[in-house]
């Protein structure tokens, strides 16, 4: 039983075949998805999706690259989503300044706001950072955001952060970028941090593993990401397969 952590199937890349792509993925033993929210547009589209399909669950948050989306009617209308049965978790929420190097300020403030909302309605959060680590631990700290737990979506970051983050109870979200030949911090992450802070996940359209890259990903993918990390742990793709089954469940409370 695989479970897929993150994938965004509300992305214009599906409109073509989403129900034949998602009504497949149990042939490749994908039994959970979550599909996590970007922008305002998706998210909404996101939250119809996931009462579509049993296996999928959703998320409320903005996207860092999105946050000109938002407003305070929008922030107390996303508090109301969170309370929807299907919705596991606050994100993706966090900081990237590799696209957007303008607004840190304007992102930092959202971020902290999400992360307060995810606090107060007893969720855990997705979290982006791109280019942006030591200010996203920084925040993350200052605003105790172990409390909630969550998981560091497509983790990047170095080794040393990866332990403060799982000394934080956090969840690292591994995905095809594990499988890409130059990935050499990211392959010692894999093979170094404990089982049982490791998420699989797709971020599908994007990031498709080796030997897919960049074509159209899919959760179906996600055999190759877990064959990759058995190899580097000197385990069995099996015990991958369950151990991080299990993690996802535990984190999203399914
Ligand atoms: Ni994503």
């Known amino acids: 039983m695989i479970f897929d952590s ?3 199937y509300d992305d214009r890349k599906y409109d073509e075949d989403r129900h034949e792509v998602l009504s497949h993925l149990i ?3 994908v039994e959970r998805v979550v599909n996590i929210s970007n922008g305002w547009e998706d998210m909404m589209r996101s939250l119809s999706l996931v009462e579509e399909y049993p296996f999928l669950y959703g998320t409320v948050g903005i996207h860092p690259c999105k946050v000109s989306d938002l407003n305070e009617d929008r922030m107390a209308e996303m508090k109301n ?3 929807k049965e299907k919705v596991v978790a606050v994100g993706e929420i966090g900081l990237d300044y590799y696209w957007d190097q303008d607004a840190k300020e304007v992102q930092k403030d959202w971020f902290v706001r999400q992360l307060r909302m995810a606090k107060e309605e007893n969720l855990p959060v997705v979290i982006h950072s791109r280019d942006a680590s030591q200010d996203t631990f920084d925040i993350m700290k200052r605003e ?6 969550g998981v560091i979506h497509c983790y990047s970051s170095s080794l040393e952060m990866a332990r403060e983050y799982v000394k934080m109870g956090y969840f690292l979200g591994i995905g095809g970028v594990v499988t890409f030949k130059n990935s050499k911090v990211l392959k010692r992450v894999a093979a170094e941090i404990p089982l049982e802070n490791i998420l699989v996940e797709t971020d599908c359209p994007y990031l498709a593993p080796t030997p897919h890259r960049g074509k159209r990903n899919t959760s179906a993918y996600l055999p190759l990401i877990i064959q990759e990390i058995a190899d580097l742990r000197g385990t069995t793709p099996k015990e991958v397969e369950k151990v991080t089954y299990e993690n996802a469940c535990r984190l999203y409370r399914i």
Do not use: N, P
């Not at 105790?144 to 737990?149: F, K, L, P, Y």
């Open 6 to 8: 993150h994938a965004h």
């Open 27 to 29: 042939d490749a033993g």
């Open 81 to 83: 989503l969170c309370r």
């Open 144 to 149: 105790h955001a172990g409390t909630t737990g």
